[in-house]
């Protein structure tokens, strides 16, 4: 049996980005992941840091966490490049949200009001301002809102720079290492793997996305389930005028170019659908909502269809901080938001461990409306 300081569970973006924060400030951080770190729902997502443009209603407190993670990206993106040396893509051209029809025209302009109010940096735009903005643009849209705060990364290259900055700053990353069961503990939680062996940490940080509400011994168990969301890419072409610089959303489907030359179609939304293939329909449909909005993409060669499934809560807001069971702290449920969320879980949860460890202090103000213990 050995004995790390932290143990954290699952390999993804959130917990690769806690593992690499407590390693840098100098803790004994090991990641348990069953199968390769970086490619379960980080690996499918699309890259968007996108609070304004994905503003719904009833998720001020979520809405306020997206920014404050988004406002953070930029010098998290400089301190992880330098740390991997890896580029990490990021974008900063905006995100332009676009109607196709009367319908859409609606909702849109009720969405900007409720944006303008909540004082997100919006602007709206008639369907030629989009297309002066965007050339590949459908002409018969008849509006848009431009988020020019809206930004993205390229995803892919986060979790494999998390993972080279974590291991060089002393995590250990251990692949192929199920965890089948946590036994809670004020001083020495034992994490319990699918091969019978055992691990006793100070403290244990559930990062296992879908996979959190599987694990034993946790009681209430996690609230997370799975949204299962198909997604392609196609290749842009810009000697062809193939090209987008924003990502464009639209009623039935986003587009995200990225720096490699790729364009991200996604995604679909099937709750609780565990099925990991991509379908005919799947396709389809989100082929017919990127035409509808971007006629080119007829155009484009296909070059990857994947799928991935989002862990979501009951409420669909993240579990950040300490649970009801001693020992034991979350960083999980990041449901459509996990990369945009990616800098504020990595250092407010570390923090929380820290804090934990050293027996100081309550949450942060930050963390409080996403306490686990909620449910
Ligand atoms: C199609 C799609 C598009 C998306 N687009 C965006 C976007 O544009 N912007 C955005 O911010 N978010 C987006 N998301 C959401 C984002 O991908 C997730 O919120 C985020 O990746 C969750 O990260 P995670 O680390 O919690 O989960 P994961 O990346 O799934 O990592 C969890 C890890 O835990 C491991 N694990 C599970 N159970 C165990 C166990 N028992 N023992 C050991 N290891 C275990 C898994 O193997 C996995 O590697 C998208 C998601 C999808 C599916």
Do not use: N
């Not at 209603?57 to 301190?79: I, Q, V």
């Not at 503990?185 to 244990?204: K, N, T, W």
């Not at 379908?279 to 509808?292: H, I, S």
């Amino acid at each position: 049996m050995f004995s790390p300081e932290v143990v954290v569970i699952g390999g993804g973006i959130a917990g690769l980005g806690v593992a690499w924060e407590l390693a840098e400030r100098g803790r004994r951080v090991t990641v348990l992941e069953r199968e390769q770190v970086g490619r379960g729902a980080s690996w499918a997502a699309a890259g968007m840091l996108a609070p304004s443009a994905e503003l719904g209603f009833e998720e001020l407190d979520l809405y306020a966490l997206g920014r404050e993670s988004l406002a953070r990206w930029p010098a998290f993106a400089r301190r992880l490049e330098a740390a991997s040396g890896r580029d990490v893509g990021y974008r900063d051209a905006g995100t332009l949200v676009v109607a196709d029809d009367r319908d859409s025209l609606h909702a849109l302009r009720r969405l900007f009001r409720f944006q303008e109010e909540q004082g997100a940096p919006v602007e709206w735009l008639s369907g030629d301002e989009a297309v002066d903005l965007e050339p590949l643009l459908s002409p018969r849209l008849p509006g848009a809102v431009y988020s020019p705060e809206d930004h993205q990364v390229d995803h892919r290259a986060v979790v494999e720079a998390l993972a080279l900055a974590a291991r060089s700053a002393g995590a250990a990353l251990c692949e192929g290492a199920p965890v089948v069961r946590v036994e809670p503990d004020a001083e020495a939680p034992r994490i319990r793997l699918g091969d019978g062996s055992e691990v006793v940490a100070r403290v244990v940080v559930l990062a296992a996305g879908v996979g959190s509400s599987a694990l034993g011994g946790l009681a209430p168990a996690p609230p997370v389930r799975g949204v299962k969301g198909q997604a392609l890419a196609l290749r842009l072409d810009p000697e062809r005028g193939l090209d987008l610089r924003h990502v464009v959303r639209g009623p039935d489907a986003y587009l995200v170019p990225k720096a490699d030359g790729r364009l991200v179609v996604g995604a679909t939304s099937e709750d609780g659908v565990t099925d990991p293939r991509v379908t005919a329909g799947g396709v389809y449909r989100l082929l017919e909502g990127a035409v509808e909005v971007v006629p080119g993409v007829e155009e484009m060669e296909l070059v990857e269809t994947w799928v991935g499934h989002r862990p979501a809560s009951r409420d669909h807001a993240p579990l950040l901080g300490r649970g009801r069971q001693p020992g034991v702290v979350y960083a999980t449920g990041h449901y459509r938001h996990g990369v945009l969320l990616a800098p504020v879980t990595a250092e407010e949860v570390a923090t929380e461990v820290d804090r934990l460890i050293d027996g100081v202090g309550e949450t942060a103000p930050v963390l409080a409306p996403f306490s686990p213990r909620r449910f």
